[in-house]
Nanobody, 115 residues
Framework: QVQLVESGGALVQAGGSLRLSCAAS????????MGWYRQAPGKQREWVAL???????NYADSVKGRFTISRDNAKNTVYLQMNSLTPEDTAVYYC?????????WGQGTQVTVSS
């Protein structure tokens, strides 16, 4: 069984920064892609960023240039550095990891950006 635990969500003012973390534990053999998604109130969950096992990163247009995804394979952890936050970034952020074709989700961490 695999568990993903996120941390780092908080209330922050517009223009501020946050760093989210998501650590995997349990029966881990290999992790392919690691990603972040978010869901704002009343909206569908949307993809934010993805990083491959080789370290290649891709971003949604809405966060490109402001967010940076990274991973520490030794710690089975993915990070999301979020800069220049705006109220539109307010959402519950979820991590997702691909364990050789089986995807797991974290429980979510709340990010609230005040204007």
């Amino acid at each position: 069984q695999v568990q993903l635990v996120e941390s780092g969500g908080a209330l922050v003012q517009a223009g501020g920064s946050l760093r989210l973390s998501c650590a995997a534990s349990g029966s881990i053999f290999s992790i392919r892609g690691m990603g972040w998604y978010r869901q704002a109130p009343g909206k569908q969950r949307e993809w934010v960023a993805l990083i491959t096992s080789g370290g290649s990163a891709n971003y949604a247009d809405s966060v490109k240039g402001r967010f940076t995804i990274s991973r520490d394979n030794a710690k089975n952890t993915v990070y999301l550095q979020m800069n220049s936050l705006t109220p539109e970034d307010t959402a519950v952020y979820y991590c997702n990891m691909d364990f050789s074709g089986t995807h797991y989700w974290g429980q979510g961490t709340q990010v609230t950006v005040s204007s």
